[in-house]
């Protein structure tokens, strides 16, 4: 069995050569195996095997969601609409507090863009076209702070003055948005801008640059950032979006818990994995997630890390006391104090 290794080359999505490779590393599930078949590979194989196992997980398996699908529509229609109008040009905010996978479905999004452009554009790369730009606010960023990264990731070899003016920046800025064919600018941590320079380049983008502008952040629209004064201006032109806990108390959200955890379920890249004990848990991992989605995602990697850098295992069962282990581990590495014990978790029927 040969199993080819996922190169990577870019640690940040905040150039466009990373930024790609991010929309293009979508590893397939590798080949199902027995155990013992497993076992009975080469060193090398086996450590190839687990690596792609472990990229599977953390880039290609997701589950779909209500908030992506929204998102996508609006997007959609505001991508067609925004280079048709001359004034109040429209974007989204995705918000959230932290951990609800805000960034993920910005990324999720910015792919379909750009897949879509590359469907309608083959030759786009060779014509110099760049459909999604993606830039990430520090904390105390400033709007001069904000065109500097929009530059810097159209034209990284550009050398700016070290005393260059705040219009200049946007003027260049806007320019190379307009030259690259831009149509999606991705802000994300959003909320780390702040005051009235931020919110006024940003109004001053949506006038002057047909892109669709994306802010992604913590409480967008009450908080410093867009919640008041100047900022008002910006959430008053975009479409909100936020994301939300599941609620299982109802049976829409029950049924959605309950499909996202068999999902999980079905996928795990575990050699002669029968998917039934997430299932059967669900509402205990509902209870242990806080009914987060990032949080049931990362209770699902951390349960596959543990199974596979366990050397004395002899299968890679799940079982109710491996499942427990990792759900016991979760309440001390985040705000999550639940309190599910052994006797509460089910083995698959």
């Known amino acids: 069995m040969i199993v080819e290794p996922l190169v990577l080359r870019h640690a940040r999505k905040t150039t466009l050569h990373g930024l790609r490779e991010a929309f293009s590393a979508l590893p397939p599930k590798p080949p199902a195996l027995a155990y013992a078949d497993y076992v009975a590979l080469p060193a090398d194989d086996r450590d190839a095997y687990d690596q792609a196992r ?17 998102c996508a529509r609006i997007l959609a229609k505001l991508i067609a609409s925004n280079p048709r109008r001359k004034n109040s040009r429209r ?3 995705i918000s959230a507090p932290m951990f609800f996978g805000k960034t993920e479905l910005a990324l ?28 990430e606010m ?6 001069k702070a904000l065109l500097a990264q929009i530059i810097e990731f159209l034209a990284p070899t550009v050398a700016l003055p070290k005393q260059v003016t705040t219009d200049r920046l946007r003027r260049l800025a806007v320019d190379l948005l307009q030259t690259h064919r831009t149509k999606l600018l ?11 320079e931020p919110s006024s380049i940003i109004k001053a983008l949506q006038n002057e640059s047909a892109a669709t502008i994306v802010l992604v952040g913590i409480n967008l629209a009450s908080g410093k950032a867009f919640g008041t004064g100047d900022g008002l201006q910006v959430t008053m032109r975009c479409d909100l979006v936020e994301l939300h806990k599941i609620n299982i108390g109802t049976n829409e959200e ?37 009914g987060q989605l990032a949080v049931l ?3 699902v990697e951390r349960l596959v ?14 079982t109710r006391q491996r499942l427990f282990d990792v759900l016991d581990g979760l309440r001390h590495t985040t705000p999550i104090r639940h309190k599910i014990t052994l006797d509460d978790l089910l083995e698959a029927a």
Request: net charge negative; proline share 6%.
């Open 91 to 93: 974007g989204l905010m």
């Open 297 to 299: 995602a990362m209770i």
């Open 54 to 70: 472990d990229d599977f997980l953390r880039l290609t398996l997701r589950v779909p969601t209500p908030e992506q699908d929204l």
């Open 186 to 196: 991705v802000i994300d941590e959003a909320h780390k801008l702040g005051g009235a």
């Open 254 to 290: 029950l049924a959605l818990w309950q499909r996202w955890v068999a999902i999980f379920d079905r996928n795990l890249p575990l050699c002669g994995h029968t998917p039934g004990t997430l299932t059967r848990n669900a509402a205990a991992l509902h209870k242990a997630a806080g």
């Open 138 to 143: 520090t904390d105390h960023s400033t709007g």
């Open 305 to 318: 890390a543990v199974i596979l850098d366990d050397p004395a295992r002899s299968d890679e069962h799940v």
């Open 108 to 135: 999720l999004l910015s792919r379909s863009v750009e897949h879509e452009h590359t469907a309608r554009h083959p030759g786009y790369v060779d014509d110099g076209e760049v459909p999604v730009v993606w830039v």
